[in-house]
């Protein structure tokens, strides 16, 4: 991986845990959907939507 790359998805991961989630879930999903987002950032996602709730 590039510098580059690591950049994007540092920036990626810094987007998704600052998110306001009072926007709606556009964002994250842009997010997830990206090629670059890494498995930590997604896993992180869905940890901060409080899957417990649903399960």
Do not use: V
Request: with cysteine; proline share 2%.
């Amino acid at each position: 991986m590039t510098s580059n790359e690591q950049n994007i998805t540092k920036k990626l991961h810094q987007k998704a845990r600052h998110f306001n989630w009072d926007d709606g879930l556009d964002g994250l999903y842009k997010i997830i959907e990206n090629k670059k987002c890494d498995k930590g950032t997604a896993l992180m996602i869905f940890r901060m939507g409080r899957p417990e709730w649903n399960l």
